[in-house]
């Protein structure tokens, strides 16, 4: 079989696909809203697009199959609680929230890059650090991975461990009923916070904005599975990359917040976003063989998205005020 064959027909897909959606439906509508100033970068944004329509064909057809044949608990197959993480899962992966963070941000990432350059504030590009080796695209590519990885993780540990901000980030581990859908179950405010932590640090990488796109894709890609409903431990493997298994653990019920019988583990276990190397350096990590009941104790949040994000808003306006 000829692999080049193949990657070829692909990227002409792809390319053919994104300049379709570009010519028939975005150029058009920047044209009547008089914002072809935005035509370049509205047509790097179809990438979101494309590659969230990708993850969605793979979370459907891959993951959620797998969750019929290997389950880690026995569910229904779409229970009340999964139909509000579609919404989520469905806004994220196709380009709309990063395309309003991106709109409303823009500016703001230019005036700091701005600022970087005044200072000749030198990158951590790691194309630099090996010439011959890390100029390699896939090497890089893996280079960065692991260091917004890191930020995540330390971005995770945070929201664990400051009250207010817990509040909002409860809403994602509120889920009782986990599935491949889970992993966007997020405050929108955690969510826009977030992004602007992971956009700045690639900034300061030296991320190229395509390598951007494509570390996101595939790092979201990877935390659907790793909330799926799915026994699967890894073995071995298990040391290099979090399996659903270790990150349920996080969401366990008296573990993966409260973190019962652990003394000194602040707010939890099994943080790792991708990789638990983090964890395991830090003691916190948890390699379980049993299967726990997930959610938070004594919260329980509505089925409604717009009550689920006012009732974060609120425990978390609570935490601010004075004791």
Partial sequence: ???????????????????????????????????????????????????????????????????RFNPAEKQERLAPATKADIFYT?????????????????GFFFEIDSVLHDFRFDRLNVENWWPGVTTI???????????????????????????????LHALHHSQTVMTA???????FLDDIMRAVVMAFFALLFG????????????????????HANIKVHLGPVRYLLISPMYHRMHHA??????????????????????????DMALKTAIFPQAVYPTGVRNLSVSQN???????????????????
Avoid at 140 to 165: E, G, K, T
Wanted: aromatic residues 20%; proline residues 3%; charged residues 10%.
């Fill in 1 to 67: 079989m000829d692999f080049s064959l193949i990657t070829t027909a692909t990227s002409n897909a792809y390319g053919s696909a994104q300049e379709w959606i570009f010519s028939n439906v975005v150029g058009p509508l920047l044209y009547q809203l008089d914002l072809m100033s935005w035509a370049e970068d509205a047509f790097d944004g179809i990438d979101w697009f494309l590659f969230g329509c990708i993850q969605i064909f793979l979370i459907i057809v891959v993951l959620r199959t797998w969750e």
């Fill in 90 to 106: 469905l806004f994220h992966r196709l380009g709309i929230f990063h395309g309003l963070i991106f709109i409303v941000l823009s």
């Fill in 137 to 167: 695209p896939w090497v890089s590519f893996l280079f960065y991975l692991v260091l917004l990885d890191f930020v995540d993780y330390l971005y995770h540990r945070a929201s664990h461990a400051i009250n207010w901000w817990w509040q």
């Fill in 181 to 187: 859908w889970s992993d966007n179950r997020n405050h």
């Fill in 207 to 226: 991320v190229s904005p395509g390598q951007f796109i494509a570390l996101v894709a595939l790092s979201q890609f990877i935390q659907s599975w790793q």
């Fill in 253 to 278: 019920v008296g573990y993966g917040h409260e973190a019962i019988g652990k003394p000194g583990v602040l707010g939890g276990c099994n943080f790792g976003i991708l990789f638990p190397w983090w």
């Fill in 305 to 323: 998205i717009i009550t689920q994000q006012w009732q974060g808003l609120v425990h978390a306006f609570r935490e601010l005020l004075p004791k």
